[in-house]
C-alpha cells in the first residue's frame, strides 16, 4: 500500500480536462513540495511537474500541477490521445526521510 | 545532454546479491543526488535509496539492511547492492538523477533494466 494515495483510474475525451488527485498527510505532502510523472508501458517515468506547479522544459502548458494542504492535483486541459498513460505523484516523507510515490492513476483517453 | 543507463544482470538466484550498475553520460557525477527506484511488475514506483556526490547515503528503511550503494567519481558511474534477494526483489530497476538539490524529483531517468529473482 502506497503512502501517498491516487484515484487507480481516470478517464476523459480528447478536448476535456482531468484532474489526477494525490492525498498524502502532514509528514509529505502537508510538509513538502510534490512532483509528478507520466508513464507509458515499458519505458521510464518522464518528469512532468516539480515544486507543485513548475514543469519543466519541454511539458505542454496542458499539464498543471497545484497543492493545498495534504493534497495535490495534477490537471490536463485539452486532453490528446497521447495523454493515455499511468500518472504517479511523488514527495518527501520526513518519517520515512525519503521520498514517497502515490500508487499511479491509469488514465485512459476514450 | 545527461544520458543515464543501468547495466547488470537480468537474473539472479534467491538469497544472492543483485548487483546494478548506472552509467553518467554527458554530465558529471559530482553534484546532484544519485537515487536507484524500482518498480514490480503491474505495481507502482518504490524508492530504494540514494547516493549524495559526496558519497553519503540514504536508504529506504524497508530495505535498509539489504542495500548499499556507492559512486566512483572517475568512471561517472554510481552502483547498487541489494543483498539476500528474494522473489519480491523482482522489478524493474531505475537510475534517476534529483533535478533540485532535496532527492525528492526525479528529472532524468535511465530507461531501466528488468531484474529477475529465480533459481
Known amino acids: 500500500q502506497s503512502v501517498l494515495t491516487q484515484p487507480p483510474s481516470a478517464s476523459g475525451t480528447p478536448g476535456q480536462r482531468v484532474t489526477i488527485s494525490c492525498s498524502g498527510s502532514?509528514?509529505?505532502?502537508?510538509?513538502?513540495?510534490v512532483s509528478w510523472y507520466q508513464q507509458y508501458p515499458g519505458t521510464a517515468p518522464k518528469f512532468l511537474i516539480y515544486n507543485n506547479d513548475q514543469r519543466p522544459s519541454g511539458v505542454p502548458d496542458r499539464f498543471s500541477g497545484s497543492k493545498s494542504g495534504t493534497s495535490a492535483s495534477l490537471a490536463i486541459s485539452g486532453l490528446q490521445s497521447e495523454d493515455d498513460a499511468d500518472y504517479y505523484c511523488a514527495a518527501w516523507d520526513d518519517s520515512l526521510t525519503g521520498p514517497v510515490f502515490g500508487g499511479g492513476t491509469k488514465l485512459t483517453v476514450l | 545532454q545527461v544520458r543515464l543507463q543501468e547495466s547488470g544482470p537480468g537474473l539472479v538466484k534467491p538469497s544472492e546479491t543483485l548487483s546494478l550498475t548506472c552509467t553518467v553520460s554527458g554530465g558529471s557525477i559530482s553534484t546532484f543526488y544519485w537515487s536507484w527506484i524500482r518498480q514490480p511488475p503491474g505495481k507502482g514506483l518504490e524508492w530504494i535509496g540514494y547516493?549524495?556526490?559526496?558519497?553519503?547515503?540514504k536508504y529506504n528503511p524497508s530495505l535498509k539492511s539489504r542495500v548499499t550503494m556507492s559512486l566512483e567519481t572517475s568512471k561517472n558511474e554510481f552502483s547498487l547492492d541489494v543483498t539476500s534477494v528474494t522473489a519480491a526483489d523482482t522489478a524493474v530497476y531505475y537510475c534517476?538523477?534529483?533535478?533540485?538539490?532535496?532527492?525528492?524529483?526525479?528529472?532524468?531517468w535511465g530507461q531501466g533494466t528488468m531484474v529477475t529473482v529465480s533459481s
Open positions: 502532514s509528514s509529505n505532502i502537508g510538509r513538502n513540495t
Open positions: 534517476a538523477r534529483d533535478c533540485c538539490g532535496g532527492a525528492d524529483a526525479f528529472d532524468i
Open positions: 547516493v549524495y556526490y559526496t558519497g553519503s547515503t
